[in-house]
């Protein structure tokens, strides 16, 4: 269930991250056998620098700190990596990113499928690609069920977003602590008349 993942997860962190070290992008858990048959030395982490308060400022000691009650304030910024798990393309990832996949819009460039002035001329390819991406087609991924997690543990103070899919509120993450940096699908208004549109409506629209 993706909704209990990330609870459970967190349980086992502090004991996973004793046994894991990283340097330099690799990971060596314990003194585990290498391809070579060999026991593999755990490799020394570098010095962990600390916040003002003496917080380490690394993955063991800030969800060290959260479990302490050190930390009750925590804003979280997320963007398009948080929902690529979910099946929702990042924007420039090579060959897989959306921008890389919009040949069948016939845009003059990447970016003009977001550009307002190439909406009001062209709206279809922004309408089609909205009815791939529309809420309904894709499920939360566990990082949206760690920042839900941070608000029932009422140390979430906002969830800034760069994202469209509305997959925080999918998770549960409560509407007064998410700031849409992008709008969302959530709500909509025309922008001749401005008048405010339901996402139902939209989307049978689209």
């Given amino acids: 269930d993706i909704f209990t993942f990330s609870r459970a997860t967190m349980e086992g962190l502090s004991e996973d991250l ?13 003194k585990e056998a290498g391809g070579d048959g ?22 063991k000691g800030i969800a060290k700190a959260i479990k302490e009650g050190k930390l009750k304030n925590v804003i979280v910024m997320t963007g398009a990596g948080i929902s690529v798990s979910a099946g929702i393309p990042d924007f420039r990832s ?5 921008y890389d996949n919009l040949q069948k819009y016939n845009l003059p460039r990447p970016e003009a499928i977001f ?16 009815k791939e991406l529309y809420p309904g087609n894709f499920c939360p991924t566990p990082t949206h069920c760690f920042i839900r997690l941070l608000a029932e543990k009422k140390v979430l103070l906002r969830n800034f977003t760069q994202n469209i899919d509305t997959l ?11 700031v849409q940096a992008h709008g969302g699908f959530n709500t909509a208004h025309c922008i001749k008349c401005h008048r405010a549109y339901s996402p139902d409506f ?3 629209k689209t």
């Fill in 18 to 30: 004793e046994k894991v070290k990283i340097s330099g992008g690799e990971a060596t858990k314990g």
């Fill in 38 to 59: 060999k026991q593999q030395q755990p490799v020394d982490e570098p010095a962990v620098k600390k916040s003002p308060k003496g917080v380490p400022l690394s993955l």
């Fill in 94 to 98: 090579p060959k897989t990113g959306l």
């Fill in 115 to 130: 550009d307002i002035d190439f909406f009001k001329q062209q709206p279809k390819a922004f309408c089609l690609l909205a």
């Fill in 168 to 178: 925080e509120y999918g998770a549960g993450i409560p509407e007064e602590k998410v």
């Fill in 202 to 204: 939209v989307k049978q």
